[in-house]
């Protein structure tokens, strides 16, 4: 297949994927007919508080991190948990970002909550789902790839060959590494939880102070909620498994004044790794340290011809784009026998 043809490819299943809807077992809306059609009891939401929320989160972070738009929400699915469940963010249910097929979907808080906590848990995943969304992506075409023979190849500062194979390995060994999905997830929560506590920090009127710390927490703030709250046993282990391990992370590898989240939240929109090599050879005085710490020994680039070359992206904007220079392959592997560990015995603390 030459080129313009596999381009063509990419851009089809793209576009199909966009445009199908999905459909849920569970009473749902988009975020986009919430706001014309009368709320049941079920999906009853406090739309003025979730704009306020939205609206100033979505400024905080434009203002501290980098240029973002929400998800478009006629394609963002709000779900209505049945009978006694919990809901939320943390619900096996909230499934979030979903890049094929193109949407995004998650469940509210059940019964037990007013329309004012459902407004604030919702305002927490869809600008969660939103910065997944604004992570660059890049598709490309290889016959050796399923569905299809179009596969995402990289997503924000991770990679992936048409079998799978990821650049980044599964282990983690905190606080020196971690696999680089995690990381952006837990960059994801801790931008989100951030640009969302200027707007809990005072009381807000109908949500009770146990959900506000437990959206707090997530932005890695010493808050607890209390044990007795619907969502402790969720977002404890939730902030176990991802909060707290980009937290330590996060913690290990700054540098003086530099903004490492910063470096690594506009990584993922761009999907280049210039800067964050550049932080690292800085922090350990070795040029490869990046390739070190995050690179999987079984990394292998696939390089089949022509078909394997071809990509399309999707931009923060959810728009089309053309094969550019900028969308180059990650280096080749460096061989050691233990590259953690020169990691780490080149690490210098800045």
Not at 97 to 110: D, E, N, S, V
Not at 133 to 152: D, I, K
Request: hydrophobic share 40%; glycine share 8%.
């Amino acid at each position: 297949m030459g080129e313009p043809v596999a381009i063509a490819a990419i851009v089809a299943r793209l576009t199909a994927e966009r445009q199908n809807k999905p459909t849920f077992e569970l009473e749902s809306s988009t975020l986009e007919d919430l706001r014309s059609r009368p709320a049941t009891f079920r999906l009853a939401i406090d739309l003025d508080v979730l704009d306020a929320l939205l609206d100033r989160a979505q400024a905080n972070v434009r203002s501290r991190w980098l240029n973002f738009e929400l998800f478009p929400p006629e394609r963002y699915f709000v779900l209505a948990p049945p009978g006694s469940e919990v809901g939320s963010f943390y619900s096996p249910r909230s499934i979030g970002f979903r890049y094929l097929p193109f949407y995004a979907a998650t469940a509210t808080l059940g019964g037990w909550a007013t329309p004012q906590e459902r407004a604030v848990d919702l305002a927490r995943a869809y600008l969660h789902d939103s910065i997944h969304a604004a992570t660059r992506r890049v598709f490309r075409y290889s016959e050796a790839a399923a569905r299809g023979g179009v596969y995402r190849s990289s997503y924000g500062f991770n990679f992936r060959t048409p079998s799978g194979l990821s650049y980044s390995p599964v282990q983690i060994e905190l606080p020196l590494r971690l696999n680089l999905g995690v990381l952006m997830d837990g960059v994801t929560v801790l931008v989100t939880g951030l640009a969302l506590k200027g707007s809990l920090g005072a009381a807000v009127e109908g949500v009770r102070q146990s959900l506000v710390d437990d959206v707090l927490a997530t932005a890695g703030t010493d808050h607890q909620p209390s044990a007795a709250d619907p969502l402790a046993t969720d977002g404890r282990r939730f902030r176990g498994q991802v909060v707290g391990p980009a937290r330590s992370f996060l913690e290990y590898w700054s540098c003086g004044d530099d903004d490492l989240l910063t470096l690594l939240l506009r990584s993922m929109r761009d999907g280049r790794l210039r800067n964050l090599e550049a932080h690292f050879a800085a922090a350990t005085g070795a040029a490869a340290a990046w390739r070190l710490i995050f690179m999987s020994e079984g990394w292998r680039l696939v390089k089949s011809g022509q078909n394997s070359s071809v990509h399309a992206s999707v931009r923060q904007a959810f728009a089309f784009e053309a094969p550019t220079a900028a969308h180059r392959e990650p280096p080749p592997p460096v061989r050691s026998s233990d590259a953690v560990g020169a990691a780490r015995a080149a690490h210098t603390r800045c």
